[in-house]
């Protein structure tokens, strides 16, 4: 089994930033992309980026592209996302997920581990 723990959300202006961390713990060597997902209420889960375990090549949905980075250190149990210039629209939970087969998935039934989510909230 994988735990997952996310840190960092909170609240903050429209226009300012916030980086999120993740850190995988338990059988790690497994795992193989990692991930965020959002979830904002009454709306379903959607994909926010993902990055493989080695060499790093990252993916962003269209609305992070520009905003958001994704990172992960070399033993590949920890992931960031860096989220800039923020607005209302990204409020949500955010949940880091891990998967086991690679291939910058963007589907969240790809992937077989999840954190419990961390609340951002944007005031306009």
């Known amino acids: 089994q994988v735990q997952l723990v996310e840190f960092g959300g909170g609240l903050v202006q429209a226009g300012g930033s916030l980086k999120l961390s993740c850190t995988a713990s338990?059988?790690?060597?497994?795992?193989?992309?990692m991930g965020w997902f959002r979830q904002a209420p009454g709306k379903a889960r959607e994909f926010v980026a993902s990055i493989t375990k080695v060499p790093g090549i990252p993916s962003y949905a269209d609305f992070g592209q520009g905003r958001f980075t994704i990172s992960r250190d070399s033993p590949g149990n920890t992931v960031w996302l860096q989220m800039n210039n923020l607005n209302p629209e990204d409020t949500a939970v955010y949940c880091c997920?891990?998967?086991?087969?690679?291939?910058?998935?963007?589907?969240?039934?790809?992937?077989?581990?999840w954190g419990q989510g961390t609340q951002v909230t944007v005031s306009s």
């Open positions: 997920a891990a998967e086991l087969f690679g291939g910058l998935r963007a589907q969240s039934y790809e992937y077989h581990y």
């Open positions: 338990g059988r790690t060597f497994n795992i193989r992309d």
